[in-house]
């Protein structure tokens, strides 16, 4: 026999196709995150690739944990009535369940709480290929579980919660620009001038070893992208769909930008390398704007975040931080 539940009535306001697609954008999201540590695994010296990839899903793994016990409260609360930082009333997911949270009214919150923890999951790690081949890792556990509580769900809480200060002012951000991009960028460029220069830096030629890591990673990136900010709709609609074209089109136009501008500048040659730096920065570019703006639009992030990013990449060259993987510019 059928049981009936408590939370049974909640299930009126449940959307089985808003639900059904949000499952699958979790599951796109969390596909980008080994897809960064190959991104970064290909870009590194080969004594390095596993352990970047490796710290990528270490960092899913501590997050997670993290996300459980306290980080899902902190960023997300809805009953926290500051707006600074979510109270601790889902503390290990307690009242996480059916009933929807007020940013996702058509799917349960257990499912908003899991697409959310990988967002979570994935910023700490962005910021590793910084500061690749100069960690170890049980300090590395201890920054991932400490920096998503100190850093990233303060800054959530800002931008999302329905009572953060960003998020009442009117702050548009549609994917996570500011959680996740901005974030892991300037922990990234923290990161790296506090472990200060790998061994060698000047002297030695830190080339990348592997292009078809390179390349697979930034597939299973722009892959996994649609989840990321398609999936930020919350729900299977046309908001959705066109967060995923502009979405395609950003990348598409950054990755040839970016190949263009090295071919004149240097060596006349079209790189799958630079193609696939384009192709992340127009990603990264796109995304707090994925659900506002018009296909065009994303023709002129593609271009500008091509442009731009490139240049940036020669900021750490001017003002002497050792950036591994240019992971802030």
């Known amino acids: ?21 949000i499952l699958a954008s979790t599951a796109l999201v969390f596909i980008m995150i080994p897809g960064l540590g190959y991104f970064y695994s290909g870009m590194a010296r080969s004594k390095n690739a596993v352990s970047l990839v490796f710290l990528c899903m270490v960092a899913l793994a501590v997050v997670s944990f993290q996300w459980w016990l306290w980080g899902y409260s902190l960023a997300l609360s809805e009953t926290a009535t500051n707006p600074f930082i979510g ?12 009933e929807p949270h007020p940013n996702a009214p058509t799917i349960p919150q257990d499912v908003y709480a899991l697409f959310q923890a990988m967002f ?81 830096y000047g002297e030695e030629q830190f080339a990348p070893h592997n292009f078809l890591n390179i390349l697979l990673g930034a ?36 990755g040839i930008t970016w190949a263009l501008v090295s071919y004149w500048r240097y060596d006349r040659k079209l790189s799958s390398f630079h193609f696939c730096s384009g192709v992340v920065s127009g990603l990264v570019a796109i995304t707090p704007a994925a659900g506002f703006v018009s296909p065009w639009a994303a023709i002129v992030f593609g271009v500008v975040s091509g442009v731009v990013c490139h240049f940036a990449v020669d900021l750490k060259e001017k003002l002497h931080f050792d950036d591994a993987l240019d992971v802030f510019a």
């Open 1 to 21: 026999m059928y049981a009936k539940r408590a939370d049974d009535a909640s299930a009126q306001t449940i959307d089985t196709g808003d639900t059904a697609w």
């Open 87 to 98: 109270n601790l009333h889902h503390v290990a997911l307690h009242d996480v369940g059916a």
């Open 120 to 200: 979570a999951g994935i910023t700490p790690g962005l910021a590793v290929g910084a500061a690749a081949e100069r960690l170890r890792l049980m300090p590395s556990i201890l920054y991932f579980f400490f920096w998503s509580t100190l850093v990233y769900c303060p800054i959530a809480y800002w931008t999302w919660a329905p009572n953060g200060w960003l998020y009442k002012l009117g702050s548009l951000d549609f994917a996570g620009g500011t959680p996740v991009h901005i974030c892991s960028g300037f922990a990234a460029l923290a990161y790296s001038l506090v472990l200060g220069k790998r061994h060698g």
């Open 219 to 254: 597939a299973l990136l722009w892959f996994g992208w649609f989840g990321f900010n398609a999936g930020s709709a919350v729900a299977a609609n046309g908001r959705a769909g066109s967060a995923a074209i502009v979405t395609h089109l950003a990348a598409a136009v950054a």
